[in-house]
């Protein structure tokens, strides 16, 4: 269900632009790219999760080993209250940090909407696991019925995912990408420029310096030819220094944030116009002080504020 959200992934080296079927599914969009180690750890607890829906939801002590005991496939409020709960939940985490626009619930984010549902299913499952006859009639033989295998690997899921959607916005180790950011393609020039510094291409002075240096050198003998060639001689001087600043000028390069940060309007609005997910490619367009102008794949330009720890292509 959720890879068939799952869009494929364009490279930096094609060309930025909004087509009329990204326009017209914008905002449903969910990059896999985008998601987080914590919502690995979401991912893998929901597998588990459905896996122990269909295990033994009860054991009972003195049954025979070919007993035909009930899965919590076979229990409504297990089903509703762990197995749907947690799995819903699940998915409202993860498509929460790969979309560029969320959606609000009454108010609320999805992923916030998924955190609770995750807790619940914990809560849930817990209780189940104290009262394990709250789910079916087994009359007095309460000393008799246990929790199963199934209803164990349940609690153990929801416990793990609970945990990880609450912990991935406060912990810094699961908010790392799930998917490594992949390198730009070798032939872009911008991939060719020196690392050295994230937006400003502090190599580039020099070799206009380095070109301009021969350029005077070979200037000098037509410097020492008769006087009608000395005022040509002469005039390129200023010229070769002229590149200079201008070789100081903002180049366009891709990068990459380590974790997720809002893009605001290029009007000064407070209100984000989209947010930079860790592990895609953006292209910085423009330079603002200490702050950048990018856009998005989707051919939305804004202002990156924060411009702290960025991976440069």
Do not use: C
């Not at 619940?120 to 394990?132: E, H, R, T």
């Amino acid at each position: 269900m959720i890879r068939a959200l799952i869009p494929s992934y364009d490279p930096p080296g094609r060309t930025i632009g909004s087509t009329d079927d990204e326009t017209t599914y914008e905002g449903l969009e969910v990059n896999i790219r985008s998601l987080t180690r914590g919502d690995g750890v979401v991912i893998g607890a929901a597998v588990l999760l459905f896996i122990a829906s269909f295990l033994d939801l009860y054991s009972v002590d003195g049954a025979p080993d070919d007993a035909d005991l009930p899965s919590a496939w076979a229990s409504g409020p297990v089903v509703m209250g762990v197995v749907l709960a947690g799995i819903i939940g699940a998915a409202l985490v993860v498509v929460s940090h790969g979309l560029s626009q969320l959606p609000k619930v009454a108010g609320l984010d999805l992923g916030q909407v998924g955190t609770a549902f995750t807790v619940f299913a914990a809560w849930s499952a817990l209780g189940n696991v104290f009262d394990p006859l709250s789910a079916a009639d087994y009359g007095s033989s309460s000393d008799t019925v246990s929790a199963g295998i199934g209803l164990i690997l349940a609690l153990v899921a929801t416990l793990v995912m609970a945990a990880a959607a609450v912990a991935t916005p406060l912990v810094p180790a699961l908010q790392a990408g799930l998917v490594p950011a992949p390198k730009p393609p070798q032939p872009q020039p911008y991939g060719a420029q020196p690392p050295g510094g994230y937006g400003y291409p502090g190599a580039q002075p020099h070799q206009p310096g380095q070109q301009g240096q021969p350029g005077q050198q070979g200037q000098q003998p037509y410097g020492g030819q008769p006087q009608p060639g000395q005022p040509f001689g002469a005039q390129p001087q200023p010229q070769a220094q002229a590149p200079q600043p201008p070789a100081a000028e903002f180049s366009p390069f891709w990068f990459a944030v380590p974790v997720p940060r809002p893009l605001f309007a290029e009007d000064g609005s407070p209100t984000p116009i989209a947010e930079l997910a860790p592990g895609t490619w953006y292209l910085a367009v423009e330079q603002r002080g200490p702050a950048l102008v990018a856009q998005t794949q989707d051919g939305r330009r804004g202002v990156l504020q924060d411009t702290s720890g960025i991976q440069r292509g």
